[in-house]
């Protein structure tokens, strides 16, 4: 009892998330500045912005539904949180592992998204309900072909759970490299659920005040915050899981390095996104999410069957 | 043609250029030998004409007489829009501008510099 | 014979009343007198065939006893030709000019917020450029309105 | 659909500077559109009246920060034209150099806001970082980043010498190579054409009807440039190439803004190869003879208008400002039908909108008390209720809950 415990709140669990969530948001925040020729901000930017905002009184709109506005964040923490614990990160197999942990990693990590929308349409005010609807719109589009480029490696491996899968691509080396297409997609539908700058219409500052947070404040929004950091570490690591499942077998030490170094690669890669693009409209969103992502992990999925007959089992 | 990522060869080009920012009261920026910053009165030289009073857009300067030939100048820094357009109009050239442009303060009473006449007495001019 | 002359003939040979009230005070400046009443008449003519097809704006002048006000017009190669007339101060009434120049309505409404002056005609709209809770009965641009701003706050 | 209406302003991240947009909304549609401008009103119009000619030139160039020796060139041209002063050519050159220069410093804060609007915000810094460039020249031929005061009734405040010209030439080549590199980035990065292209549109006939001017009419085809059509200053010594574009919409503008800065950097090449020898100033007397003038300017936005009368004495008897933002807010109204509101702030940073230069008059406190005295936080509060008490809205529990809440 205590191990789990120890590990839910210390270890790979709330503690070592929320340190390895606010540094990842520094180094998101430190590469965006430098590829924009900044100077950047400093390493305790995304620590003080927390402290601040929990030392700040959180204001709760008067027409708001009290209860549904506070528990929204705290739903959101916690199912990013949770979903970390089915996610093999530098040994072959995860903290807990069923067969079919892969639909439970995929639908927490659709609650966050369904909690932004239900905080901005309870806090009833003009621009929180824009942003809420804009988030569920984009959550339609991006979700489709995020579950479809996560399915093809879960058809190759013949499993529903990431440790299976894991240990499938630990033991036939070089099949992981079927899947980069589906890399790719996944990639860009994570900057869609992660809000970031193609997809950032929900909180499009310059449109709808915050979108969804605009009503937020204080120790509510650091919340926020804080699950989106996390959220950003999560999804990095479980498309490291199920995309570079490579060196899983060597010792720990190495294993837990080589797990940062791919988790930062891809939130390197994610920040370099952010950098060279302009936010599209919601209508362009969509019909780019359908017209272009959604074939392609179709695609993939194809590839992935038609390799299923020759690949010795 | 169009392509997407078009500023990405620039962006990565960036990452090891020095930045352009610079954090600015650690390391401070020189400005240009001739930038019109505060202003400086010289009561030695001061006739009492009162034109730059006049030509004065935002009536930040006060001249008063302190004595026979003898003037001072009340300066309020919070009005003055440093156009240096006194610095023109006085012929006596009395007035100068400096580069000092470094003039925040949190009080506007701090802002009311007062430039007095030396206190020799006048029998000696 | 300059463009200048040329507006300036056809105008003086089409209304009779503007004989020697139009000058011409340099290249492609023309400053012309008209009577309020004449003023439309005038306005149709030069917009529909001498090509002054751009309200550059309305001035409003508070000249002591009388309301100036001035229309500057010009045409698409640089010339402006200003049109002022005068009413009287007891009952400044103005016909509005919005179905030649919709963007005349901002300009109208400076002159009655700033003036006093009535324009009839205007669409329904949100004042301009005073507040809403601006005390009603005072007019900042006439001549005998002093701003109640004090020394201490920038005023001179 | 539901429809709400959805206020923007006057406090707006997407807006730079206080007005107030109602925005009535039918999903993401923009149905109607209406605008409250005024906030920004600080009685220029009345204030030039009590104040003499030489103060008036340093009130017309504080009308707005990015175009202000735009204002203030146009003031002092209209009275040098009742003064009758013929203002020494190469005054002319250098007034047209500052001119010039501040064109380049606004479009490219132009191409950063708009950067900024679509969410690039990458295009932003890199804009404004190039914009140091052309800050930095300006501040050491006139003595300050923004607010120039080079211009004088009758010239130029300072001359240019030899080395200024040198480091004027090498930072344009810097800057025409970056605006090439804008241009191309214009015209092949996907997302920006998609967030561009489409959006705002204005017909040629709307811009004439509505009086479009500037970038934003240049950009529907029509070819009106001031400094073509009326010039003044000395443009009518450079040679220089109307831009205009037919897209008719927000990517046009941008095309026809970068457009002009590569012409900017022509020109300045020219006025400096050609600036004439010879003093930068005319003695002008302190009372201007009674008479009128109207002069244009063609600010980065667009045409300037200024109307000045005196009457004989030291001060203008009026002066008229009209900014070109004044003429093209009409037309954003007619952009914006049944847009969506996501196009919402990038079609009004389209036409680059000064909301400084637009209002321009006297906001008076307390009038009805006759003097004017300052209210402190508990008097406003207390005013405000027996303002309300008076129009029957009785706020005075509220009080009884603060004390509550305060305890």
Redesign the interface.
Known sequence: MIGSLLSIFIFPGFLFLMVFGLSAEFIDRKLY????????PPWFQPVADLIKLFSKEDIIPEEANPAMFKAMPILALTATITSFFYIPTWRNEALYHFNGDLIIVLYLLTLPALSYFLGGWYSTS??SK?GAVRTLTQLFAYEVPLLMSILAPALLADTWSLTEMAVFYSAHPWYWLFNILGFFVALITLLGKLEK??F??PE??????AGTFTEYSGRLLGLFRLSMDIELIVGASLLAAVYMPFGLAISPIFAFILFLIKVLSIVAMVS??R??????????MVNFCWRYLAPFSFLQILIILALKGFLVR | MIR?????RQ??S??F?K?????YPFNKFEMPDKFRGKIVFDPELCVGCKLCMKDCPAGAINIKKVGEKKFEAEFDLGKCVYCAQCTETCFKKALKFTGEFELASLDREKLKITFNAKPDDTASK | MTKEEDVQNELVKKFDFLKDKVKIQRSRRIFADVAAQDLRSVLDHMIKNMGFSFLCTITGLDEGSVFGVVYHLSTKDGMILNLKIRIPKDKPTLETITEYFPSAEAYERELMDLFGMQVEGLPKGSRYPLPDDWPAGEFPLRKGWKSKTSKQEGGI | MHK?T??IGPQ???LKEPESFNVL?SG?RIMKFSARLGYNHRGIEKACEERTYIQNVYLTERVCGICSHAHSSCFVQAVEEIAGLEIPRRANYIRTLVGELERIHSHLLWLGVA?????????L??AW?DREIVMDILAKLTGNRVNYGINTIGGVRRDINTDQIKDVSKAVKKLKERTEYYVRVAKE?V??I??LSGVGVLLPKDVLKLGAVGPTARASGIERDTRKDDPYGAYGELDFRVITDDHNDVYGRTLVRLGELLESYKMISQILENIPEGPITVKAPRKIPAGEAVSRYEAPRGENVHYVKSNGTDKPERVKIRAPTLANIQTVAKMLEDR??????IVIAAIDPCFSCTDRLTLVKDVGHGKGRKMRWEDLHSHSIQWYKARGIDFSDLNKKMEKLLK
């Open positions: 500045a430098r590829l924009q020729n900044r100077v950047g003009l621009f824009i700058v193609p950032d219409i499009a500052e310059t449109e709808i005040v370099v996104l950098t060279v693009f302009a936010r599209l409209r919601i209508d362009q | 997407p990522a078009k500023m990405i962006v990565l960036s990452l250029k930045p352009a920012t610079n954090l | 709400f959805v206020p707006h991240p997407a909304l993401e950067g900024h609007e679509v969410g690039f915000d990458t295009l810094m890199y970082r990065e997302t920006l998609k967030r969506n509101l996501a196009d919402l702030p």
